[in-house]
């Protein structure tokens, strides 16, 4: 073989690079693979600069990823828990991830269930008239005007805006509607009905506009109605209105599937998160977006419509409304008071979103109980001193509800899963590094136990040293 000049791949490139050559028949040119094998122009796949590459392996782009980073731990894609399917739809900034949990609801209403049957058992033996006959249609009513009012407050606590101008308005719309039930009653009740709606939405407006605390904004309007209540004469429904006496039980039923059926469909995780998007979770200045803001609106307005009509409910069954007494219950102040107390120590959070079912509905009942039981026993207790100790008791509660309602962290849940020992896997032998030679005879591998490697120089396996001695 003769031997190659030095610089023979020096001068075949300089030939081939010549430009003699190029744009003649069968001239074709050829990527340089020089490089590492890929030409710069051609399409990488997705192999970037900072693509690991080593001698004799294909680059790897770490977008696609490698068998050992598939492999490790972090990158293997685990199913969803169901937690995490229920959870998958939460915004973060409107709170915890997960569902609340109701057991500190269940107990504190069977807690407000135990109370209302004592209550109920103290009644009848101090005034059993009390619980049949006028006495009883008259004591269904009084807790039927109690628990509008109280829904509507627990409406607004959900929607985080509590509103604080329920009493008035439920007194200003039962002076309304006395003062002209002479235009005809169902007339009169859908304008009253309006008005209050009104007076909702500009309540609605100045939280959700300018986004500011729904109790600021309601105890100004609660001021201005107090201030219109107070130049009001008395007024006297006419002769031959409605009688709401005789139908008793069933608007106390009414209320109750009103204030049950909205407890219910607050167990509905959407719409008690839509509801409850208003409350504050980072900072309280912080516009909480357009879903927060329309429900916060609706449920203003809504309250505001459900007071009125416990105001024309309460104008019903005095048969008319004296303006004078204003001074005497701050105008329904007192009123709003009890309801907010009773939407407090049912269960409803002062933060807003939490609450329970019966909660508000039991708390009504109780208070209502009270009232006249200690009105037979002869007690002097102002309705406005139950409302202060009402409202400290839910802030009590309140702070019972967010401890233990709110939903369970991943630490918690950790803990409270059962234990369960790691599998059990079963060691593999190793395998045997021992090689022996193939058999001649049979072509298999023949086993190396009882084998005499004595006899090797006997057998051919010393044929360097018999070659080496010739």
Do not use: C
């Not at 080593?54 to 492999?71: H, K, L, N």
């Not at 490790?72 to 399917?85: E, I, N, Y």
């Not at 002097?380 to 802030?395: N, T």
């Amino acid at each position: 073989m003769r031997p190659v000049p030095v610089g023979w791949q020096e001068a075949r490139a300089m030939a081939y690079d010549d430009s003699r050559f190029r744009g003649e028949p069968g001239f074709r040119e050829e990527p340089d693979f020089r490089s590492g094998g890929v030409p710069e122009d051609a399409p990488t796949l997705g192999v970037s600069s900072q693509s690991v590459y080593t001698p004799g392996s294909f680059p790897v782009s770490p977008a696609y990823g490698s068998p050992a980073a598939e492999s490790s731990p972090d990158a293997r894609r685990r199913p969803p828990t169901v937690r995490q399917l229920g959870d998958v739809f939460d915004d973060p900034e409107h709170g915890e991830p997960g569902r609340d949990r109701y057991a500190v609801h269940a107990l504190w209403e069977l807690v407000l269930l135990l109370a209302a049957g004592a209550l109920l058992y103290l009644l009848r033996d101090a005034s059993p008239a009390a619980l049949r006959g006028a006495e009883l249609r008259a004591l269904l009513l009084s807790g039927a005007e109690l628990g509008l009012v109280a829904v509507a407050a627990g409406l607004t606590l959900r929607a985080g805006a509590p509103n604080l101008a329920l009493g008035p308005i439920a007194f200003a719309a039962a002076l309304f509607f006395a003062k002209n039930a002479d235009r005809g009653l169902l007339m009169t009740a859908a304008i009253t009905g309006l008005i209050a709606v009104g007076v909702g939405v500009v309540i609605a407006v100045l939280v959700v506009a300018f986004h500011v605390p729904g109790w600021a904004a309601s105890l100004g309007a609660a001021l201005a109605l107090i201030a219109w209540i107070t130049n009001q004469p008395a007024e006297k429904l006419v002769a031959g209105a409605y009688d709401p006496h005789p139908h008793a039980m069933w608007w106390a039923i009414g209320v109750a599937v009103l204030a049950a059926g909205g407890g219910a469909l607050g167990v509905i995780r959407p719409l008690r998160r839509g509801l409850g998007r208003f409350r504050p979770v980072h900072d309280p200045a912080d516009r909480r977006g357009g879903g927060a803001a329309t429900f916060t609106g609706l449920a203003l307005a809504g309250s505001a419509l459900l007071a009125a009509v416990g105001g024309v409910l309460v104008a019903l069954d005095d048969r008319g409304v004296a303006a004078g007494d204003a001074s005497a219950s701050f105008g329904g102040f007192t009123v709003g008071a009890l309801a907010l107390g009773a939407a407090l120590a049912g269960g409803t959070s002062a933060f807003g979103r939490r609450g329970g079912v019966l909660g508000t509905l039991l708390a009504v009942a109780v208070i209502t109980l009270l009232l006249r039981y200690t009105a037979a026993e002869g007690w002097k207790l102002q309705p406005v001193a139950l409302a202060a100790g009402a409202i400290g008791l839910g802030l009590v509660v309140t702070r019972l509800v967010e401890t233990f309602g709110r939903p369970r962290t991943a630490a918690q849940e950790a803990e409270e899963a059962p234990w369960t020992p790691p599998p059990i896997t079963t060691p593999q032998p190793e395998p045997d590094d021992n090689w022996s030679p193939p058999s001649s005879r049979t072509g298999s591998w023949p086993a190396t136990s009882g084998y005499d490697t004595s006899r090797d120089s006997d057998r051919g396996w010393g044929v360097e040293e018999r070659w080496g001695t010739r």
